[in-house]
């Protein structure tokens, strides 16, 4: 069970009708301290994951959906507290937990969705780790750029753009996904050039050919990214999971290019696209099935539009990349 503490802040005018949402939702306690000379009043509210979410559409309900600056809500992280917390009974659990809250949750991909220095240097430390770990056929050393490689934050940031309908978040998310793949292919591209073509490394020959095995690496390591998210569970473990997606055959078709092998380059580009697509299918069934939806009813129905939209698109690539997938199969045999 984790804890959260909520701090509002908010005009003593709206005291009672916060008081009287939080009762009707429930907490595991909850204090009010007196309203200062500003005529703000603080509330402390010690909350679980079973009904936080809950509670924080309770009191943004009162509030309305206008911040003029008079409220606002703060959740601190609370390690332990003394004595000790016991659960909310069934009775009082509205919905079940996702373990994050919406509010978490966008922060948490917003701020790693941008493209600044941090991300452009470990873009590129990755990529030139994974190239050359490819021509050496190092698998260690591809595993190494595997976890420095920061490609799960934008392809989550997006899941859950589309999840939430907010478009803002989609086009940041977009934007970085887009800076990531051209920092990748440019450099490998490079790195294609100048070094001398290996055409017998496994590591990086694999990464020309794609089976339905890999579609279902790539919905696996969507799904698990996504529920690791919304679960609050730590990422780093899911994060290499979608790196193996990712990254090597971005890496594969930059070198590839170098080398002049268009035919190598079509190989890793179908790897790329069906994983890039599998990975987003997934993680956005998750956001669907975990709850993860705005908290109007209006915010509501303009994100159910964008999952649908955004539902057909994926699964028409999806069918259109299983039937190239299958075509590259069976060419050997014709």
Known sequence: M?????????????????????????CIECRVLTAGEDGKAVLLVLANDDNRQALLDRMQAVFGPENDGEWRITLLPVEATIPRAEAEPEARREVASTGLTREEIYTSVWKNARVDRNYIVFVVLSTVVAAFGMLANNVAVVVGAMVIAPLLGPNLALAVGVALGDGAL????????????????????????????????????????????????????????????????????????????????????GLFAGFARPDLVMGAATLLAVNVVCVNLAAQVVMMTRGITPRTFYEKKSAARARWISAGVSVTLLIALGALVWWRLIQPAG
Do not use: H, W
């Open 170 to 253: 989609m086009r940041r998310a977009l934007v970085t996904n887009l800076a990531g793949v051209a920092v990748v292919l440019g450099l490998s591209g490079v790195i294609g050039v100048l070094a001398e073509p290996v055409f017998t490394a496994g590591e990086l020959m694999s990464r020309s050919e794609v089976g339905f095995d890999g579609m279902a690496i790539a919905l696996a390591s969507g799904a698990a990214a996504a529920l690791s998210l919304v679960t609050g569970i730590s990422s780093a473990l899911v994060g290499v999971m979608v790196a193996v997606a990712l990254l090597p055959p971005t890496a594969a078709i």
């Open 2 to 26: 984790s804890l959260r503490q909520i701090i509002v802040t908010s005009p003593a005018s709206t005291l009672p009708y916060l008081v009287q949402a939080i009762e009707a939702v429930g």
